[in-house]
């Protein structure tokens, strides 16, 4: 079941891959056949928006229908794009827009009840019989030359029109040229990549993405390799928990307040922060040394590929897959059109407006031509009307009144065509500039109505990728605005602590992830570049471990001047004696001290209590006591009467006294220190290891107090000021022991770490993360869809809006021209109906009628109805017509008719 369900995968993912690499292919093809050839001059954007918002309507007709559908399907009601259309648009632009198709369906209907009556003689005769007269103007100089400006005004702006619309080709033939180049581009370049821009494509980002989400599965051969280095390596993890945990150890322990001021007695420790001082000394050597940075490697190259963190990372990769697959679909299938060769793609639907099989230019040129060819015949018809007119004095030839009704007949049917050309291309731009104005203006909120509009469902993915193109391409982003994808995609924050909030994938990815790993890498090829590699003879910690060795704390507790002032009791004690320590002997400090207290010269407290205290330049000060007159055993036990006291006031004895017996010698004998020690691994609480006992066998360290879990523990318990020197001077073995056991342990793995492991965390997830993440500014997009819009809209619809409105003037201005030459038609038609034979005019024929029916009339009513049929049928042939009209009709024959007898004939007629 696995298998087959793997297999469905494969070839569903192979079959897509072969899709998307077909349409790259044509692309290709597409960027080789116009892009070398296509230059871009100078747009007027004034001008072609404004051509654009009078093809689309100044409130963006198609855009508005959009919106109205959106909003139904919002409102979960059903509405298609076309009945929007129709609610969206005003009267006042329908009227607009279909004027030129209804003048075209009007002349078409005009032209089969009235034209056909221009080229029949016959039929004119019928219809025009009232306007048959001998016009005298006709021949006028005045007249003629009327005729002949108005027609040649008008003939010349219908060609000259004509020939502008022509111009418009050139930018036509380079807008769909612009439209394959930008558009094959932009698919080719955003969907494959185009590192030279720094895009490293969708398609390449997508499949980086795949192989680092194979890599951070778990069982995968990268962390397989990751975790065996780490486990090789965790020696260093012990040495250096054990050196950091030993200096944070002895820092605490000088620093402990309890060590520093035994609360209550009124003595500060004198070495205490010296030695502190020294020691973060050595604490910045180990923080700055390449031991440190080695761990910190590890360690944050273990928290990232572990747990959580593990899982978080792989779901941001998965996360960031799904809207890069989106955004390629969407590229191939908005984008795509213009460079599908199937048989509903924009290539395969622009074959016949661009190259050889271009039909624009041809197109246009025939209407010139047959404007041209309109206005010769007129030029013709109105030379012949000029040469041959008679002015009424005799019948014109056939040539004036046929020249001119053909002349008139075909301006008529050029101006109904262009009517009708015009009125679809008007009808074309409007969608056309519709659309091109949402291109135009496109952005998130337009693309999702778009989406909402054709029933696309709004995933989160389908958001994120309108995000995507809203940023990258819309032309009408903020300048200050990311561009790069990865600012732009966003997840919810992996961390539970800030709920609902976003993250982008730069900071799922590269800040929270790769840019840890890379900067503990950087500090750790800066610290083998600047940091000793061994440390454990270095003079920093050699310095400190003499201070240790050297120390007596004994003779570093001396009283609080400050604090002895401000006792009631002890502020009578004599000042000299602020200096005792709580050392028995005097004691001149060694100068592997601190310079603070190298060589200093400190009492004891015999000098306080018996032998007295040098103070200098001046007199000594006695002792306490006389040693004849008291019991010391120091620090044991001390008594004295203060009436035999060497101070010459006994208030100063008392408080001298009371302050050695009650703040001095209880802090040599009482446990009021604090002591830390290592808890030995495996032990009963308590037990101490002893870092003395660890040595090194076969390469290998052996007792190094390290538990199992590679960490150190420590536990404190009270003690006295012995041991607690005693605890500190130990450290001095103690430090140099650790420092040698990090010392060799960083020799020995330092390649593991720094190369090993380096190479293959880089190689598997820092370089894809950065190469992915600098290379995804999509900023070339926007110039591209820029070149697309130019091309689409600015040039090829703006241009075809141009040529439907100048050929609504041609149409508009041939109707005059079709006035112009009616007239001279009219003219020659009834001047020639006026000298027509009278047997042949329609008066004539109306009287013959009207008197054959009044005779059959006749001869029905006498015969009877039962012989009306044979009677008729054997009557003699009638006489000829114009004999049959006698005298008692007031007519002989070949007699003219008068005109009372020509209205009496018109009467008839009319019934």
């Not at 001047?561 to 400090?589: F, G, N, R, W």
């Not at 609480?685 to 660890?694: D, F, R, Y």
Request: glycine share 6%; with cysteine; net charge negative.
């Amino acid at each position: 079941m696995f298998k087959a369900l793997a297999l469905t995968i494969f070839l569903t993912c192979s079959a897509r891959n072969e899709t998307d690499q077909a349409m790259l292919d044509q692309a290709s093809a597409l960027v080789d056949k116009y892009c070398p050839q296509y230059e871009m001059p100078e747009i007027d954007y004034d001008q072609a928006r404004k051509n654009l918002e009078l093809s689309a309507g100044e409130d963006n007709i198609v855009y508005n229908a959009l919106l109205q559908t959106a909003a139904a399907v919002q409102d979960g009601e059903m509405q298609d794009l076309v009945t929007a259309l129709q609610e969206s648009v005003r009267p006042v632009f329908a009227v607009r827009k279909a004027t030129p198709l209804f003048m075209a369906f009007l002349l078409w209907i005009v032209w089969h009840f009235a034209c056909w009556f221009i080229c029949c003689p016959g039929c004119m005769r019928c219809c025009c019989c009232c306007c048959q007269r001998k016009w005298k103007f006709g021949r006028s100089v005045a007249f003629q030359l009327l005729l002949w400006v108005s027609f040649l005004f008008l003939a010349g702006l219908v060609i000259a029109l004509s020939t502008l619309s022509t111009e418009e080709h050139q930018e036509i033939e380079m807008g769909i040229q612009g439209t394959g180049c930008f558009s094959a581009r932009l698919v080719h370049d955003a969907v494959a990549g185009n590192p030279s821009m720094g895009f490293v494509g969708l398609l390449p980002a997508w499949n980086m993405l795949d192989a680092l989400s194979q890599s951070l599965e778990p069982g995968s051969a990268f962390l397989e390799d990751v975790r065996g280095l780490l486990s090789a390596t965790d020696e260093l993890e012990r040495a250096v928990n054990i050196v950091g945990d030993m200096l944070a150890t002895l820092q605490s322990l000088l620093n402990d307040s309890q060590n520093q001021r035994p609360a209550g007695y009124l003595h500060n420790c004198a070495a205490c922060e010296p030695l502190s001082t020294a020691l973060a000394e050595v604490i910045r050597l180990f923080d700055e040394g390449v031991a440190l940075a080695l761990q910190q490697v590890r360690s944050e190259v273990n928290s990232q590929l572990d747990g959580d963190t593990l899982a978080n990372l792989r779901r941001t990769v998965q996360q960031t897959k799904e809207p890069l697959e989106t955004m390629k679909e969407q590229m191939l299938q908005q984008v795509g059109y213009f460079v599908s060769e199937a048989d509903d793609g924009f290539q395969t639907a622009t074959t016949s407006l661009v190259g050889e099989s271009s039909v624009v230019y041809p197109s246009l040129l025939a209407v010139v031509l047959a404007s041209c060819g309109v206005a010769i015949l007129g030029i013709l018809a109105l030379l012949a009307y000029s040469l041959c007119h008679r002015g009424g004095e005799e019948p014109d030839p056939c040539c004036v009144c046929t020249c001119s009704a053909s002349a008139m007949c075909t301006t008529y049917i050029f101006a109904g065509i262009m009517f009708f050309i015009g009125g679809i291309l008007l009808l074309v731009t409007m969608v056309g500039g519709g659309v091109c104005l949402a291109m135009v203006d496109f952005d998130e909120q337009s693309g999702q109505t778009l989406l909402q509009s054709l029933g696309v469902p709004a995933s989160d993915n389908v958001n994120m990728a309108l995000r995507m193109a809203d940023r990258c391409m819309s032309l009408k982003s903020e300048g200050n605005t990311t561009r790069n994808v990865a600012d732009i995609l966003e997840f919810p924050a992996t961390s539970p602590s800030y709920p609902g909030e976003m993250s982008t994938a730069r900071e799922l990815l590269a800040d929270l992830v790769a840019s840890k790993i890379d900067e503990t890498f950087l500090v750790l090829e800066e610290a083998m570049a600047s940091q000793p590699l061994r440390l454990a003879d270095n003079p920093i910690l050699a310095q400190i471990r003499g201070y240790l060795g050297s120390v007596n704390f004994k003779a570093m507790y001396w009283p609080n001047p400050a604090e002895i002032q401000a006792h009631s009791t002890y502020k009578a004690m004599p000042p000299p004696y602020y200096v005792v320590s709580v050392l028995c002997q005097d004691l001149q400090l060694p100068d592997q001290l601190p310079s603070v207290l190298a060589n200093a010269y400190v009492p004891g407290l015999n000098s306080m209590v018996v032998d007295g205290i040098s103070t200098g330049s001046g007199p000594r000060m006695p002792g306490i006591f006389p040693a004849q007159d008291m019991t010391w055993n120091c620090p044991i036990r001390l008594e004295g009467d203060c009436a035999d006291s060497n101070l010459p006031l006994r208030e100063s004895c008392e408080a001298s006294k009371a302050f050695l017996l009650e703040r001095k010698l209880p802090l040599i004998t009482l446990p009021i220190f604090r002591c830390r020690y290592i808890q030995l691994p495996g032990a009963p609480p308590g037990t101490k290891c002893n870092i003395e006992n660890m040595y090194k066998e076969n390469g290998t360290w052996i007792n190094s107090c390290v538990h199992p879990n590679r960490t150190v523990t420590f536990f404190e318990q009270d003690c006295d000021i012995s041991e607690f020197e005693e605890n500190i001077q130990s450290f001095e073995m103690w430090l140099y022991k650790i420092f040698q056991y990090l010392d060799d342990t960083v020799v020995e793995l330092l390649n593991q770490v720094a190369t090993d492991l380096k190479a293959i965390v880089y190689g598997h997830l820092v370089d894809p993360v950065f190469s992915l993440l600098d290379g995804f500014d999509c900023s070339f997009m926007e110039s591209f869809w820029k070149g697309l819009t130019d091309s689409l809209c600015f040039r090829s619809v703006s241009s075809f809006q141009v040529i439907s409105s100048l050929y609504v003037w041609v149409a508009s201005l041939s109707l005059p021209m079709v006035a112009v030459l009616y007239v001279a038609w009219r003219v020659s038609r009834d001047t020639t109906d006026a000298f027509a034979d009278s047997s042949q005019t329609v008066v004539t024929r109306a009287l013959v009628l009207k008197n054959e029916l009044k005779r059959r009339a006749t001869r029905r009513a006498a015969e009877g109805q039962n012989a009306a049929s044979s009677s008729w049928a054997e009557a003699p042939a009638p006489a000829p017509a114009v004999a049959a009209v006698g005298p008692a009709e007031g007519l002989a024959p070949g007699a003219p008719v008068s005109p009372a007898q020509t209205v009496e004939a018109r009467s008839a007629f009319s019934l």
